[in-house]
């Protein structure tokens, strides 16, 4: 084609103004990509923290779990449910969890966490908890040994029975004396001030002892109570191996080796007590992971909340994080309808609106650069229309149509766009290696943020996306092809008689 | 002189080339105003948040208390540190505060929150959460000290998610669970809740619980204790002066440390300055392409014009001046575009600084969380005198230094040589 030989020898006309501009529309370009390339690993890495850390890309809860967090609303037969979510294509683990609350104590420090009991060994395959432990090490794959309840005998019962009335008729007496008083009494939770390790009251929370009973017969029906209460409810034979979040240690300042005393409510309504001891202190970047959670084993928990062999949660991991709404879709069908299959991005909407908010402002920043790098772009071509207003007089006189003119001035940019395309392109692909490779590091500035509740760490890694480079392209091609038309229709606007008379 | 008038008639020789060059480098100016105005306004509004939502502009703490974060790091004698903060010109009110983390519990559901002994008259003018504003439902704490029965239980005002959680409404019982400082075992009491409020931030909705000072002085065993002040300033750019002057009056008090909000709301801090980072980088992609674009005017002006300044060089223009009329050229296109660029941004900024633009309808009506604040409402742009300035100059000086090369270029010419350039 004649039209592009035409164009290549004008832009070589006047060397330097090519260079120069077609410097700038790369420049523009190479940054632009590498915006692109740093906003996806940002939002890469929000997704990975959300759904490696946490969430898992799926996950099945009950309807009144999700509805109000009701911690007696649990899943039955979860490892069933577990078994079939591994059957389905795409998925690449599942594992199922339970949750309850606490506060934990150590040397007079206390904390209220959440409790989370997950199985270390399938709870591998969803998250990467285990990766991000920077002191000790993971859970031990088995459950801490646990002597099982048994039922009382009659003569227990018995005694159990007379261990009762005394308690109520001691506390009936004790309201008689406050209503003398005409004044309501600070109302203890029940086990609230039982030495830890025994759980006297909580299955008879009135049994305690009246003022007036002589101090041997008082430590006495502690005692037994604490017996029948142990038969009922057995003490685990060691403390329970746990896992904090770095923030949380910090708090209660505690490392591998302490040993916590954590107080727990129970669905059931009673408040479990236990030891247990740090194995390992993780650190995700998430204030909400880091500070307030504690892992414990499933069995343990459970146990420990009076919920055997449930779960409130079973968490997927799936091949790809796009992948996630359809394996959710296929394992809803096959559940009974009272239970919820999510999406990650349903669970927490915001962080997929986020995404979207981040992609929509760096095409926005896209526009602005090349909008202003195209007013360059008009200059030139501009210019290079009037130095050769004689020129293109002539061709005009020698029967150029006045298409052919336009699209010799437009191959002209053209070829200019497509020239410092590829110098962008190279030079935006250069900079996301290095951002992929070394990662963008921010430690000098801040040892962290959050973004929606999503712990982002220092080191940002960039990340190549084919839309990363597609939008700067399409856009700085577009806007050039725009620009470009001015100077083309003004060109072909030109008398011949005119032009050729121009010096 | 003269080099300015032959400058001013290069500029208006290529009018439409010069209004090209001269409307981006007025874009260039025009957006930078916009971008400061809005940052300055938003980033405002987001301290500010965060400053209402807990930290108070200046801190007093216990000086283990940061690391510690429990209430055993707490300090008596806070009357004289509030007496001495309130009788600040610049300070508005100084709150005391006493935070442990617990267990709220109601029936049988329960929750690990986050306990803030408050002071019911002072807090509604330290934080949004106590504000008015934030309540949806019921009253805020009254002192404990006007309570009819000494052992009746204590108000409690929640965050409105946790009282959804836990199932319980305004006039309900709650049992509030903490380790005491100094002892073994948890201790519990019964409260009662008399006001629910709702921030917009998930977390705080759904951890926090406000009591009286005095009931978890009682609850805590630290009777005469607090773990905080935190001190409400009238104006954010006097934190820096009040701290300095805070730490001055209670430097006899060496267990105590005076913190500015960004020691405190560092993640917060982080996001702005990133933020700020974020946008001079995309104005100086701008910059360096405009920039380009007037070296590449200022050049072919001066190519075109070889003829021109061989002939004023041979007939005895020196060197100097033949570069200082580029320069000047270059000065007139920096003075016209500054003109336009001051204009287009002004009346961008005093629209703005009018109108607003309403953020949530970037994100379709959700909350952006960042570092802990949720950005909302109206964004007005906000600049001052100095800034302009300082961006005006930037510009002026950008596009002048623009010219040098094409400057020098131009007086390096041969005159010889030029006159025969056709």
Redesign the interface.
């Known amino acids: 084609m004649r039209l592009w030989g035409i164009a290549k020898r004008n832009l070589g006309r006047n060397r330097r103004r090519t260079v120069v501009t077609v410097v700038a529309l790369a420049f523009g370009m190479s940054l632009c990509i590498a915006t692109f390339g740093l906003t996806d690993g940002l939002s890469a890495q929000m997704i990975h923290s959300l759904t490696r850390l946490d969430l898992g890309h799926v996950q099945v809860h009950s309807k009144e779990f999700v509805e109000d967090r009701e911690l007696s609303a649990k899943i039955s037969r979860p490892s069933e449910i577990v078994d079939e979510a591994r059957r389905l294509p795409h998925v690449i683990g599942a594992s199922s969890r339970i949750y309850g609350f606490g506060l934990l104590s150590i040397r007079g420090k206390s904390a209220g966490v959440e409790l989370i009991g997950v199985r270390p060994d399938t709870e591998k395959s969803v998250t990467e908890l285990s990766n991000q432990l920077r002191a000790g090490r993971d859970l031990p794959k088995a459950a801490t040994p646990w002597p099982a309840r048994r039922a009382l005998t009659a003569q227990e019962q018995a005694l159990d029975q007379a261990l009762t009335e005394r308690a109520v008729r001691s506390a009936l007496d004790e309201l008689d004396e406050l209503d003398e008083l005409d004044s309501t009494p600070e109302i203890a939770l029940p086990g609230a001030d039982i030495p830890p390790g025994a759980r006297a009251e909580e299955e008879h929370p009135a049994e305690k002892e009246p003022a007036g009973t002589t101090e041997t017969d008082l430590n006495d029906s502690r005692d037994r109570s604490a017996e029948l209460s142990r038969i009922l409810s057995p003490r685990p034979t060691r403390p329970l191996p746990v896992l904090l979040g770095s923030g949380l240690a910090d708090v209660l300042d505690a490392g591998v080796g302490s040993k916590l005393f954590v107080s727990a409510p129970t669905p059931d309504g009673f408040t479990e007590t236990a030891f247990a001891k740090v194995v390992g202190v993780f650190h995700t970047g998430t204030l909400a992971l880091d500070r307030h959670r504690v892992y414990f084993h499933i069995t343990d928990l459970a146990h420990l909340l009076h919920s055997e062999g449930q779960a409130h949660e079973i968490a997927l991991l799936v091949d790809a994080s796009e992948n996630a709404p359809g394996v959710a879709a296929v394992l809803a069908s096959q559940l009974s309808a009272d239970l919820i299959v999510r999406p990650w991005d349903e669970i927490r909407p915001e962080i997929g609106k986020m995404i979207e908010l981040n992609d929509v402002s760096t095409t926005i920043m896209v526009f602005v650069i090349f909008f202003v790098a195209s007013l360059g772009v008009v200059n030139t071509m501009l210019m290079a229309v009037f130095e050769r207003t004689r020129e293109i007089g002539v061709l005009r006189a020698i029967g150029m149509s006045r298409g052919r003119i336009v699209g010799m001035i437009l191959a002209e940019s053209a070829l200019m766009v497509a020239l410092a395309t590829g110098l962008g392109v190279a030079g935006g692909l250069g900079l996301d290696y290095l951002m992929v490779t070394r990662g963008v590091d921010l430690t000098s500035f801040t040892g962290g943020l959050s973004l929606g509740g999503v712990g982002i760490r220092p080191v940002i890694y960039g990340a190549i996306t084919p839309k990363g480079v597609l939008i700067p392209v399409v856009v700085l091609a577009t806007i050039c092809f725009l620009a470009s038309l001015y100077p083309a229709v003004r060109a072909a606007r030109l008398e011949p008689a005119i032009g050729m008379r121009e010096t | 002189m003269l080099a300015l008038r032959i400058g001013w008639r290069s500029f208006v020789r290529h009018r439409?080339?010069s209004a090209?060059?001269l409307?981006?480098i007025a874009?260039?100016l025009a957006?930078m105003l916009f971008f400061v105005g809005m940052g300055t306004d938003s980033h405002a509004k987001m301290a500010d948040m965060g400053i209402r939502l807990g930290s108070g502009h200046v801190l007093v703490e216990a000086k283990d208390y940061p690391?510690?974060?429990?209430p055993?790091a707490s300090f008596t004698r806070y009357e004289e540190v509030v007496r001495r903060a309130e009788s600040l010109e610049e300070a508005r009110v100084a709150a005391p505060r006493l935070s442990?983390?617990?267990?709220v519990?109601a029936?049988?559901?329960?929750?690990?929150?986050?306990v803030v002994g408050v002071d019911p008259t002072r807090e509604p003018r330290a934080s949004s959460i106590a504000a008015p504003e934030a309540r949806v439902a019921g009253s805020f704490l009254t002192p404990s000290a006007n309570r009819r029965?000494?052992?009746?239980?204590g108000d409690a005002y929640l965050g409105n998610s946790l009282a959804?959680?836990l199932?319980v409404e305004v006039g309900d019982?709650i049992?509030i669970?903490?380790?005491p400082?100094?002892?073994?075992?948890?201790?519990?009491?019964?409260f009662q809740v008399v006001g629910l409020f709702e921030t917009g931030i998930?977390?705080l909705d759904r951890s926090q619980v406000q009591i009286d000072l005095t009931d978890a002085q009682k609850l805590l065993n630290v009777e005469g204790s607090v773990t905080q002040v935190a001190v409400l300033l009238g104006d954010l750019d006097a934190t820096d002066g009040v701290t300095a002057a805070l730490a001055r009056e209670l430097v006899s008090r060496n267990e105590l440390v005076v913190l500015p909000w960004p020691a405190v709301l560092?993640?917060l801090h982080?996001?702005i300055?990133?933020d700020d980072?974020g946008m001079y980088l995309?104005m100086a992609?701008?910059f360096?392409?405009?920039a380009?674009?007037i070296?590449?005017?200022v050049?072919?002006s001066v190519t075109e014009r070889t003829r021109e300044i061989g002939v004023m060089m041979a007939i005895g223009t020196s060197r100097w001046r033949v570069f200082s009329s580029v320069l000047a050229e270059s000065a007139v296109l920096a003075i016209a575009s500054t003109i336009v660029g001051l204009a287009l941004g002004l009346a961008g900024h005093l629209a703005m600084a009018h109108y607003g633009i309403d953020v949530t309808s970037?994100?379709?009506g959700?909350?952006?969380?960042?570092?802990?604040v949720v950005l909302r409402g109206r964004i007005y742009s906000r600049l001052s005198f100095d800034v302009v300035a300082e961006w005006t100059l930037v510009v002026i000086g950008l596009v002048i230094a623009s010219a040098i090369y094409p400057a020098y270029r131009a007086a390096r010419l041969e005159p010889v040589e030029a006159m025969r350039h056709v």
Not at chain 2, 107 to 114: E, L, P
Not at chain 2, 366 to 372: L, T
């Open positions: 439409r080339r090209i060059t409307s981006a874009l260039g957006m690391s510690e974060q429990s055993e442990a983390s617990g267990l519990t029936g049988a559901k329960s929750t690990s929150v986050f029965f000494e052992n009746a239980p959804t959680h199932g019982r049992v669970t903490v380790s400082v100094d002892a073994d075992n948890p201790k519990s009491a019964a998930e977390d560092k993640e982080d996001a300055v990133l980072v995309m992609i701008i360096v392409i405009v380009l674009g070296f590449n005017t050049l072919m970037f994100t379709g959700q909350d952006y969380e960042i570092s802990g």
